[in-house]
């Protein structure tokens, strides 16, 4: 166990929808990482966000956004969802900003129908 | 051409046989090198963390990184039932700052027969 959480497990939503997901870091982690991961594309970053402030973006669609809240945790906002953002999300987190410090979270897996 | 590629394979080895899994990448500015684990419907972990070029040991892993071949290896020995799950290399720019974010490739899928 990582340490970090992620909430829901599953999502099934339809085209067009919008849905959030929520991570909550490791206790003491300032640094929250959000990844796509899909048969195709592999691992994709998404974004990053240090101690509430956007910090590096990735292949982030424009549907997509992000935050990070006061008390650290994080929620990752699909909107107009299409059948190819069907995919697992990862969260993971680290104290500082270092590569080798992230700790992924198990992961949403969303179905877009 | 893709910045990291990697075999998918699947790879089916019996146990305790050496894996040898692999990647290569095109952009030489990479600078970390980092392998991680992933078992069915968990996420990643890190394993092995190497900067530049050369070798890291832990225990039955071992790195390697070959910057001018743009080639990075991670070898297990002694495979065990437990190795089998999903290996995935990754690469960064940069440890920290704006530069940092990690390419990962698509992942080997290793399975350890006993």
């Known amino acids: 166990d990582s340490g970090v959480t992620q909430t829901p497990k599953h999502l099934i939503t339809a085209t067009g929808q919008r849905v959030t997901l929520r991570c909550s870091p490791r206790?003491?982690?300032?640094?929250v990482y959000w990844y796509q991961q899909s048969l195709d594309q592999g691992l994709q970053f998404l974004i990053q966000?240090?101690?509430?402030?956007?910090?590096a973006k990735g292949n982030i669609l424009e549907r997509f956004s992000a935050q990070q809240f006061p008390d650290l945790h994080s929620e990752l906002n699909l909107s107009s969802l299409e059948l190819g953002d069907s995919a697992l999300y990862f969260c993971?987190?680290?104290?500082?900003?270092?590569?080798?410090?992230?700790?992924f979270g198990p992961g949403t897996r969303l179905t877009v129908l | 051409q893709k910045e990291v590629e990697q075999d998918p394979g699947p790879l089916s080895v019996p146990e305790g046989a050496i894996v040898s899994l692999n990647c290569t990448y095109s952009?030489?500015?990479?600078?970390?090198f980092m392998w991680y684990r992933q078992y069915s419907r968990k996420g990643p972990e890190l394993l092995m963390y190497?900067?530049?070029?050369g070798n890291k040991e832990d225990g039955r892993f071992t790195a390697q990184v070959d910057k001018s071949s743009k080639y990075i290896s991670l070898f297990i020995r002694d495979s065990q039932p437990s190795d089998s799950a999903t290996y995935l290399c990754?690469?960064?720019?940069?440890?920290?700052?704006?530069?940092?974010?990690?390419?990962f490739g698509k992942g080997t899928l290793l399975t350890v027969n006993p």
């Open positions: 190497t900067y530049s070029s």
């Open positions: 993971a987190s680290s104290v500082g900003l270092r590569v080798n410090e992230q700790f």
């Open positions: 206790s003491g982690d300032l640094s």
């Open positions: 966000y240090y101690n509430g402030e956007e910090r």
């Open positions: 952009n030489s500015a990479f600078q970390y």
């Open positions: 990754a690469m960064s720019l940069q440890s920290g700052g704006s530069n940092y974010k990690l390419t």
